[in-house]
């Protein structure tokens, strides 16, 4: 089971790399693609099917959003030469990832270890989630009853975000005198 | 931003209300099966958006007009701040379950867990209405044109 | 612990291309690898050996071996909110390009009165 999980992870990684770099930005977004997807197996693997089903819809409409702006405007990526700077933001970049995780790697030796979690407090919304709320799935008792500001929150940001896209695109600027 | 060929339009026509019935049903079961609000809303932005992509947005601009996407957004949201605001109307907390302590049906039926289905169709509005408007704005609305 | 050290390797990847990219959309992507990296990084956290999906039923009662509920329950927003994210960002540089005709974020600088 953990080898299928490592399998999955160093396929995200590789496609992330690839939609970094590529130069065409039609590929790169299709490359993102393999990345969301890879993910929703990772999600059903460990054992979580609400999140599973909300990133397949999610990615599927961020891939038509991104391909509709990409189609409209240009496909081609910008241009920059190999020079010295480039070298130097490359090896300075290495550095900094592998100081990372050398943190990373010592942070991790004082959190519970991967696949013994301490539910401190998920203990309680497992015994008491069905006397509590009525409800049977267990995580929507959690964002809709027990947790609900957080589900709030999310809304208006959602809103929010919606009203920006709408006021930015209105194509209704000042007049040129 | 063309339509497509006959046998896509043939075939949308055959498939987008299944799939906008698949969104209603995993809103609707938020309570008892994985899914919930989020997912539900977002397959019903999806049936949407599909007839557009497939009927091209000159056929399609006739059309938004009526399907007033930033209105069914604000009443989503405000419907589910309303069922959040009935708990202190009564006299308890923000977000208090009143239905649920009113009259609890059974557990794993459809009918029960008090507020949580309604939340769940005011989210599943919102979503919707709010992936909708960002598809149109980006892809079919030309210049000056208002949702 | 493998598992949670690639994680963080995904994260530092899309750091790096919001940092060093010079395109506009090449720095959304970078900003979806990152939350990507996140969402994957809270599920692992709460994942239980020999557990199964937190959901009740007939035969699964309340004391039943499950993974964690609590993650999974922020993660379901944070995906949600990504997505808006995704689309400000999509829209900017959309906008961006209708007044400058270019992406590259070095020639952007000029502000015009």
Not at chain 1, 5 to 13: A, E, G, N, S
Not at chain 2, 32 to 38: A, E, I, N, Q, S
Request: charged share 15%; glycine share 10%.
């Amino acid at each position: 089971m953990l080898t299928i999980l490592i399998l999955f992870v160093v396929l995200m990684i590789l496609g992330a790399i690839v939609a970094l770099e590529s130069k065409d930005l039609l590929s790169g977004i299709i490359s993102l693609g393999i990345i969301g997807f890879a993910l929703t197996i990772v999600f059903l693997v460990l054992q979580a099917p609400d999140l599973a089903i909300v990133q397949i819809v999610i990615e599927t409409l961020t891939l038509i959003i991104l391909i509709a702006a990409v189609l409209k405007t240009t496909r081609e990526d910008t241009t920059e030469e190999f020079s010295a700077r480039k070298a130097f933001l490359w090896f300075a970049g290495l550095i900094f990832i592998g100081i990372f995780l050398l943190a990373a790697v010592k942070t991790f030796q004082h959190v519970p270890k991967f696949g013994h979690p301490t539910l401190r407090m998920a203990q309680l919304y497992i015994d008491q989630g069905l006397p509590l709320t009525g409800a049977s799935n267990l995580v929507a008792a959690i964002i809709l009853d027990l947790r609900g500001y957080d589900t709030l929150g999310e809304a208006t940001v959602l809103f929010t975000s919606v009203i920006g896209v709408i006021t930015v695109l209105r194509k209704m600027g000042r007049k040129r005198t | 931003m063309r339509g497509m060929t006959l046998i896509v339009k043939c075939i949308t026509q055959l498939m987008a209300p299944s799939i906008f019935l698949l969104g209603i049903y995993v809103v609707l079961h938020g309570h008892l099966t994985p899914g919930g609000g989020f997912a539900g809303g977002v397959l019903m932005a999806g049936c949407f958006v599909l007839i557009v992509l497939a009927y091209g947005s000159e056929e399609a601009r006739s059309e938004v007009r009526k399907w007033r996407a930033s209105l069914s957004e604000s009443i989503g949201i405000f419907i589910f701040w309303l069922l959040a605001m009935l708990g202190v109307i009564q006299g308890s907390y923000f977000f208090y379950n009143v239905i649920a302590k009113v009259n609890p049906g059974q557990p794993y039926t459809l009918f029960s867990a008090g507020i949580i289905p309604l939340c769940n169709i005011a989210i599943g509005i919102e979503v919707a209405a709010s992936l909708f408007a960002i598809f149109i704005t980006l892809a079919v609305l030309k210049v000056g044109e208002k949702l | 612990m493998i598992v949670l050290v690639l994680a963080i390797l995904l994260f530092l990847i899309g750091l790096y291309g919001v940092l060093v990219k010079r395109n506009l959309i090449k720095i959304a992507i970078g900003f979806m690898i990152m939350e990507y990296a996140v969402n994957l990084f809270f599920a692992l956290i709460g994942y239980r050996e020999g557990g199964t999906a937190p959901i009740l039923s007939e035969g699964f009662g309340a004391s039943s071996f499950f993974v964690d509920p609590l993650p999974q329950a922020l993660v379901l927003t944070a995906i949600v909110i990504g997505l808006g994210t995704t689309a400000l960002l999509v829209s900017f540089a959309v906008r961006i390009y209708e007044k400058y005709d270019t992406f590259d974020v070095r020639k952007i600088r000029k502000l015009r009165g």
